[in-house]
């Protein structure tokens, strides 16, 4: 192929690219009533005409298009097939996911999910920790954590402070048997 050949080539197709785009801006509105019609979610429409400008900016095009308006509706078209089809696939993954995840007792399904309760429970009690970690030296509360909420190892508390590792130790004892008596208080 010739320079001649491809500039002509890259010229058709930004004139289609351009026919495309100005149907696509005339009758925006349009696509959008046709995705919701056959999706039946606005929210989802919107999304699939953004995601058709895209494609229209990207597409390889023909050299020549005899019917814009046609062309646009027609990918339109099948992206709202894709877009049903991928829908039904997630959805039977997800029922698949949920046989196998979820216990059903008494006709509902139950999830391992913490519960409310759970997690103002968990909430509360590490409230609690955190004020018996502020009745500790500054030291050992930050070593205690470093170690436990910051996720770092030993080695790496004591690296971080400057200190060795059976001093990191030591201090988490010391904090662990201060936080146990939570424990205590809440048999007693």
């Known amino acids: 192929m010739t320079m001649d050949a491809t500039d002509d080539r890259w010229d058709s197709e930004t004139t289609a690219r351009a026919d495309l785009l100005l149907v696509y801006a005339q009758r925006r509105a349009d696509l959008c009533r046709f995705f919701a019609v056959r999706l039946r979610n606005t ?29 646009v509706f ?37 999830s391992d999910d913490p519960t409310q309760e759970d997690v103002l429970s968990a909430r509360q009690l590490l409230a609690r920790i955190d004020e018996k970690l502020n009745s500790l030296p500054e030291r050992t509360a930050a070593i205690f954590r470093l170690h436990k909420f910051s996720g770092l190892s030993y080695a790496q508390v004591a690296c971080e ?28």
């Open 43 to 71: 929210a989802e429409s919107e999304d699939l005409v953004q995601e058709l400008y895209l494609r229209l900016q990207n597409a390889n095009l023909p050299a020549e298009i005899s019917n814009p308006v046609g062309f």
């Open 161 to 188: 402070l400057d200190i060795s590792s059976s001093t990191v130790e030591k201090h988490m004892i010391r904090a662990l048997q201060h936080i146990m008596g939570l424990r205590q208080e809440d048999t007693s």
């Open 74 to 110: 027609t990918m339109a078209s099948n992206m709202a097939f894709d877009h049903r089809r991928s829908g039904a696939r997630r959805s039977r993954r997800q029922a698949i996911w949920g046989d196998v995840n979820y216990d059903v007792v008494a006709g509902q399904s139950r």
